[in-house]
């Protein structure tokens, strides 16, 4: 005869039931506060992605090297200045004004700009700047043209001076300007 279920003696299993139900949601919740934490520690902050962006910008422009190149590079340009005399020239007083219709503002840049030049290089640099006085200006002039203010408010103004001392060169015909220096910096936005 057939044992019917009514008459076996083995337990009927119901499912999970409370606790196990109760488990599961506690297994669920820790995986996804694990993957929520693992997540805010490798996901960069907005601030670690405007650093990438402007160094990703920098990079594609060219202005960008490794640190410890840029660190050498000013040792070595530190060193080769001590070793030779050298002297600043006036390259002109500076007032650049631009509008930018996007957010409505103006602004104003005023500022005396210098450049160190070697003294065995004095009558070259000079020779060179009256005759291409002009195109240095403008060059200078659209450098800061297009300059962000961020570019403006940087205490040593260093992707600027790069950029004006790599287009100073470039308009005089050689590289007769060592750096430059800026003197009555500034900058109003309104």
Partial sequence: ??????????????GFGLIGLIK???VVTLIVVVEVGAASV????AQDAESTARKVAAAEEGDLEDEDAKAKAKAQ???????????????GLFNVTRYNPENDTTLIVDFELFGVVLSDDESD????????KVRF???????LGSADSTDLTDPELALLKRRILEKTNRALG?????EVLFS???FVER
Avoid: G
């Avoid at 490798?42 to 902050?45: H, K, S, V």
């Avoid at 050689?174 to 060592?178: A, E, H, R, S, T």
């Fill in 1 to 14: 005869m057939a044992d019917s279920p009514e008459t076996t003696n083995e337990p009927v299993k119901k």
């Fill in 24 to 26: 599961a949601v506690v």
């Fill in 42 to 45: 490798f996901i960069p902050t």
């Fill in 77 to 91: 340009e530190a060193a080769l200045l001590a070793e030779k005399s050298t002297l600043e020239a006036n390259l």
């Fill in 125 to 132: 640099f000079f020779a060179q700047f009256e005759r291409n």
């Fill in 137 to 143: 200006r403008e060059q200078v002039i659209m450098t």
């Fill in 174 to 178: 050689k590289p007769l300007v060592q």
């Fill in 184 to 186: 009555k910096f500034n």
